[in-house]
């Protein structure tokens, strides 16, 4: 299928820059405990391959370069020591904390924020032999709570599970609270959102915390932008709140376009595309699938003052025609290295440095080698040359930087920047190459080509490019030129992104970025589409509906350019139903299909009961294990209780129990390697993870498809309550007077461990050793290890 059948519109198009869905998905999870690797990928995700980055140290409005304003004191209604207390007084954990450190603005945020009335406190609190530090804003005006995070250890083994407390309940201590750190916000302009991003006590093992988002009105509209996050865990404290201490003007909430007729720009112009989209889970690509989703500008907010769609820079889109070329094939080609072994540090810098211009003065510092966040089977080199920190000044000062990641076994670069850090701070300019003249825009296009053609391994067969004049390309400053490439399989475009590049005016790299998730072979072509694009059209602007609110543009850089932050008065197109918000029309089946298996389970519709629980004598287990998203049922609905498992899914289950997240934390250190996993194998991730908490020495990878007994489960349970070394001391005949079938069982120790914690019990006078465990059993066994917490030598489930 070629691309011009793939969109249905009037108006063909791609924006250009990322989804404003997607910026406000990276705003957000930055605010979450484990949402840093997750905004990355929020980003990458989008339809666009524009790179957005966003300032995780003002989450939600954003930083404003030239409305910065130097901390004067003497400005403050509130006073140092007031601020303290207020502090101590909202969080009673900090009756033991020191204040090592009090500033008036804010000076640990890069760009600085315009609002500097905040009194910024540090504190540190000394635990055992370690010490702790974090800050609390407050400010210095109205003395609401900016932000604040407790961030120490201090609930030691404890039993967590049943919480003392619902959600309902946490729910109305959160809006208390809000009422008295917030003084300036009256009881109207907080409203709880349905964020999808926030889900309740992520994991079984562990303090359980429920998350809050709460937005605030304004001039009696919704801000799309500003709200406020808050933690309580299930004991009933709050150890989380943030809520943006930025200060932006909003315009009248008097629109001048009516609601009717953006309704008829939005019906008009929106428009869908067929494509591949990557499935999200644990912050990493879990799959993919061929889908019709919103074209790139379908979804913009349009500017209900003037009735023109915004895009992600504050520009409004006027005109929306793009064309589509293919890269011809340059002189250079990127060529893989061959070598099985990966680069060392030298190395990789030098083929950066052969490639590639380096401004004069910077050296390299810091080379990391790590996992691609992107593809976690790929490691890659994280390079940073920067200038001499001798001369850095200012309490919060980047030495200018260059940066580049390089894929440590091929040598492809997968990012660079020539500028780091660029938010527009006065900086000396490039100097211009000798005899060297600028270039026009055919000739900066050109060049552009050049460099894709050599850093991008079949460029001009996988790429196209995506070509909206010099208007749009040429950068404000005058002195860069930026281009996007989109990526083809099977002729059909890949909807993460493809190759977002800036060359400067001589023709240097600028800026260079590709989103490297790679489509499986076997992906269905255009044939296997059986819903048609007007099918596809329909079902979208069924879903979706305007909503009068103030959006925020701004306050993140787009292909490493800082965009000013600003408040418009928008129509918002927002979905009918929430869980089809971040969901894609599947092409072949037809069926919605959720990109981001990480939202809320209930919000997106995944925590249907299965079909077949209802009078299952584990009903109630299994049904949290389903909240937890531990247990999925089936494409059928069915969730087969009564089935066996294997040892790969105890593991499992385990694992996610105590960190759904445990994909992003797997680390290829020598523990997880002596367990003997090879790298590709399936549970590769499950049973490093599990040898990092100690709970498995080695396995023999074929043990992991064969059905569990439960004697082997018998020996997991005693390695994770870590009781191995007292398994040792029991004797076969210490079951010899519970269960007639004592001589069959080869880990008398484990099973006496096992029984006497009321983890197993016997059946029939009889422990049946070599019987396979059901689902079901595992759930009931799962949930009982769960309640065992604080009640044995050693904490459950935590290192």
């Known amino acids: 299928m070629k691309q011009q059948v793939n969109k249905v519109g009037k108006a063909a198009g791609r924006k250009s820059s990322a989804k404003l869905a997607f910026v406000g998905l990276v705003a957000l999870s930055v605010a979450l405990p484990q949402g840093a690797a997750f905004a990355e990928d929020a980003a990458a995700s989008s339809t666009s391959t524009t790179t957005v980055v966003v300032d995780s140290g003002n989450a939600g409005t954003g930083s404003s370069k030239s409305g910065n304003t130097a901390a004067d004191p003497s400005k403050a209604k509130v006073t140092k020591e007031l601020a303290i207390a207020k502090v101590r007084e909202w969080f009673p954990a900090l009756e033991a904390a020191t204040v090592s450190q009090v500033d008036y603005g804010v000076n640990n945020v890069y760009p600085a924020p315009s609002n500097q009335n905040v009194w910024t406190i540090q504190w540190q609190v000394e635990v055992g032999n370690g010490s702790y530090g974090f800050s609390s804003q407050v400010d210095a005006i109205t003395g609401d709570l900016i932000h604040t995070y407790i961030s120490f250890p201090r609930e030691g083994n404890k039993s967590y599970y049943p919480p003392k407390i619902t959600r309902e309940q946490a729910l109305e201590k959160a809006k208390a609270f809000i009422a008295k750190v917030v003084p300036s916000l009256s009881v109207d302009e907080v409203k709880e959102s349905d964020s999808m991003f926030y889900s309740d006590a992520q994991t079984l093992f562990g303090p359980v915390n429920y998350y809050f988002n709460f937005s605030i009105m304004k001039n009696g509209l919704p801000s799309g932008f500003e709200s406020i996050n808050i933690t309580i865990t299930g004991d009933g404290e709050v150890t989380q709140f943030s ?248 002729d059909i475009p890949v909807l993460s992104g493809g190759v977002s590049i800036t060359v400067d005016a001589y023709g240097r790299l600028f800026f260079y970025s590709i989103n490297r998730g790679e489509v499986p072979a076997n992906m269905p072509d255009g044939k296997a589409v059986t819903v048609t694009a007007e099918q596809a059209l329909k079902s979208y602007m069924d879903n979706y509906e305007l909503e009068l609110q103030y959006s925020q543009i701004g306050g993140y850089t787009i292909d490493n350019t800082y965009v000013e932050p600003k408040v418009y008065l928008v129509y918002s197109p927002q979905s009918k139903e929430a869980s089809k918000a971040y969901q894609v029309l599947n092409a072949v089946t037809g069926k919605w299909v959720t990109t981001f298996e990480d939202l809320r389970a209930e919000q997106m519709g995944g925590n249907v009961e299965p079909k077949d629980l209802k009078g299952h004598w584990a009903e109630a287990d299994i049904k949290t294990l389903v909240q937890y998203r531990i247990l999925e049922p089936d494409d059928q609905g069915n969730l087969n209780p009564d089935q066996s498992i294997t040892v790969g899914d105890w593991l499992t289950y385990t ?105 197993l019990q016997g059946q029939n006078g009889k422990f049946n050793p070599q019987r396979p465990v059901t689902k079901a059993e595992a759930a009931s066994i799962l949930m009982r290890l769960v309640k065992l917490q604080g009640k044995t030598d050693q904490a459950i489930g935590l290192e």
């Open 243 to 490: 809520r943006p201490g930025e200060k932006l003007d909003y315009p009248s909430s008097m629109p001048t376009v009516s609601k009717a007729d953006a309704e008829k720009k939005l019906r008009e112009e929106f428009q869908v595309e067929l494509g591949y989209v990557p499935v999200y889970k644990n912050g990493a690509i879990s799959d993919w699938v061929l889908a019709w989703g919103p074209a790139s500008d379908a979804t913009q907010p349009i500017n209900a003052l003037t009735g023109h769609k915004i895009n992600s820079e504050g520009e409004e889109i006027t005109a929306t025609k793009v064309t589509y070329s293919d890269v011809p094939m340059g002189t250079k080609l990127f060529q893989p290295r061959t070598s099985t072994t990966e680069l060392t540090s030298d190395e990789a810098a030098k083929l950066v440095e052969q490639i590639v211009f380096i401004p004069e003065g910077r050296k390299l510092s810091y080379p990391n080698l790590g996992k691609d966040y992107q593809n976690p089977e790929r490691n890659t080199w994280r390079l940073r040359w920067e200038e001499d920190r001798q001369n850095m000044a200012g309490p919060f000062y980047f030495p200018a930087q260059t940066s580049a990641t390089v894929d440590a076994l091929t040598g492809q670069f997968l990012e660079f920047q020539i500028e780091s850090y660029n938010y527009g701070e006065p900086r000396e300019p490039l100097a211009a190459p000798s005899g060297a003249a600028k270039l026009n825009y055919d000739q900066a296009k050109q060049r552009a080509l050049e460099w894709v053609n050599q850093l991008y391994p079949q460029a001009s067969r996988d790429l196209k490019l995506m070509e909206r004049g010099e208007t749009w390309s040429r950068l404000s400053n005058g002195e860069q030129y930026r281009f996007e490439l989109n990526r083809y399989v099977n």
């Open 655 to 759: 694992v996610k129990a105590a960190n759904p997240y445990y994909t992003g934390y797997v680390q290829a250190s020598s523990t997880a390697a002596k367990a003997g996993i090879p790298v590709d194998h399936p549970y590769y991730q499950v049973v490093s993870y599990a040898a990092e908490l100690g709970w498995i020495d080695t396995i023999d990878p074929s043990q992991l498809d064969k059905v569990l007994t439960r004697e082997q489960l018998a020996v997991l349970l005693t390695s994770i309550v870590k009781y191995d070394r007292l398994a040792n001391f029991y004797e076969k005949d210490v079951l010899n007077p519970q269960f007639s079938d004592a001589e069959k069982i080869t880990r008398p120790g484990e099973v006496a461990i096992a029984v006497r914690l009321g983890l």
